[in-house]
Each structure stands twice: as structure tokens, then as C-alpha cells.
T-cell receptor, first 114, second 114 residues
């Protein structure tokens, strides 16, 4: 069984600043993927970034990057140069290798202050 | 490239009724997963369909059933609706032979049970 924990229900950041969202997880699998999804008020779950557990290099996608610490089972998301459009619920998720179910955390609501 | 589509957008039912939700996967995808997202929570896995068979199932009662058609589209059926079934139902598609195990989500169906 997998568990994903997001300990920050809400975060806020000034526009153009940097913010880091935390996520820890637990799994007995050796091969797995980790994801951050964004869910704006429109409800659509949008993929932000993906990390393969077997890769040591941290994934980056433009202003979004992760800090993946496999031994600590930690997977944080850093958003640089925050923009108003980044305001949303952010969910951390885990799936074992082999396209099985996604296990989600409870989410972090990110507010951007103009 | 068409993304994941779901219908209807909103639905209101009364207790004891039955409901059918529909999902068309992203072009080129062959696997459909369904999730239930209660208000303020992360999505919970219901089941996954591949090659018209239920591939994996989460901790949901038998009142929740599904189907996948030869064109990979899918239906979620819920019988004997309870007030607690009120939620956002998300469909996600993926490619089982893909190398990234990434699921892409539709906009969801908001089900209200009165």
C-alpha cells in the first residue's frame, strides 16, 4: 500500500517570489513515479511535473522544479517567479511502475498575493 | 490532439437512483481510470479499465461498476445512490505500454445526490 502526505493545507506567496510545497510518501515498491498535479477552480487536474524514482536528477519544467530525496521519501515542488495563474490546489501523487492507480495527498491550496 | 472528455458536466440525482457517467480518453490512450474526489479531499481511486476488463479496483462497494468499450471510452455506473456519493468524479486516461505511467485527467463530472 502507498500513502502520500501533504502537511501544508494552505500556502501563500507574493507574486514573483519563490515557494516550496512539501510532500512525503511511503511505498514498498522499488520502482515508482511521483507527480505534482495542479487543480484550479475550474476543477481540471493538470499535470505539472513528473519524476521517475530511478532517476537521481531532479525534474524541472520551466518555473517548476522538484527536490526528490528518495532515502527520505520526500518530494517537494518549488515554484519560481510565482504568477497569479499559479493559484490552485496542488496535489502530490504516487504510482507504482506499471501504470497502476494513483495515490494522492490531501492537497495544498496555494494563494498568490499580487 | 483531443484531450480527455467527460459528460455530463453536472448531474443532480436523488437517493436510490442510478447514474451513468461517461469518459472518452485522450487520443492514442488505451487505459481509463476513475477517481472520486469529495469536497476538500484528494481524489480516491475507484477502478481502472484496460482491454475492456477491470484491471484494478480500489476500496469501493459493488454499487460502483464500469465498462470499457472497444473504442477505449468508458462508463462509470453507480447504483442505489447515497448522499455520500456526492462528489466530483474524475476520469483519467493513459497508455498501458507507455514509458511514463502518466495519467491525464478530464474536467470531471460534479454529481449531487439529494
Amino acid at each position: 500500500a502507498q500513502t502520500v502526505t501533504q502537511s501544508q493545507p494552505e500556502m501563500s506567496v507574493q507574486e514573483a517570489e519563490t515557494v516550496t510545497l512539501s510532500c512525503t510518501y511511503d511505498t514498498s515498491e522499488s520502482d515508482y513515479y511521483l507527480f505534482w498535479y495542479k487543480q484550479p477552480p475550474s476543477r481540471q487536474m493538470i499535470l505539472v511535473i513528473r519524476q521517475e524514482a530511478y532517476k537521481q536528477q531532479n525534474a524541472t519544467e520551466n518555473r517548476f522544479s522538484v527536490n526528490f530525496q528518495k532515502a527520505a521519501k520526500s518530494f517537494s515542488l518549488k515554484i519560481s517567479d510565482s504568477q497569479l495563474g499559479d493559484a490552485a490546489m496542488y496535489f502530490c501523487a504516487l504510482t507504482p511502475f506499471g501504470n497502476e492507480k494513483l495515490t494522492f495527498g490531501t492537497g495544498t491550496r496555494l494563494t498568490i498575493i499580487p | 490532439d483531443a484531450g480527455v472528455t467527460q459528460s455530463p458536466t453536472h448531474l443532480i440525482k436523488t437517493r436510490g437512483q442510478q447514474v451513468t457517467l461517461r469518459c472518452s480518453p485522450k487520443s492514442g490512450h488505451d487505459t481509463v481510470s476513475w477517481y472520486q474526489q469529495a469536497l476538500g479531499q484528494g481524489p480516491q481511486f475507484i477502478f481502472q479499465y484496460y482491454e475492456e476488463e477491470e484491471r484494478q479496483r480500489g476500496n469501493f462497494p459493488d454499487r460502483f461498476s464500469g465498462h470499457q468499450f472497444p473504442n477505449y471510452s468508458s462508463e462509470l455506473n453507480v447504483n442505489a445512490l447515497l448522499l455520500g456519493d456526492s462528489a466530483l468524479y474524475l476520469c483519467a486516461s493513459s497508455l498501458v505500454q507507455g514509458s511514463t505511467d502518466t495519467q491525464y485527467f478530464g474536467p470531471g463530472t460534479r454529481l449531487t445526490v439529494l
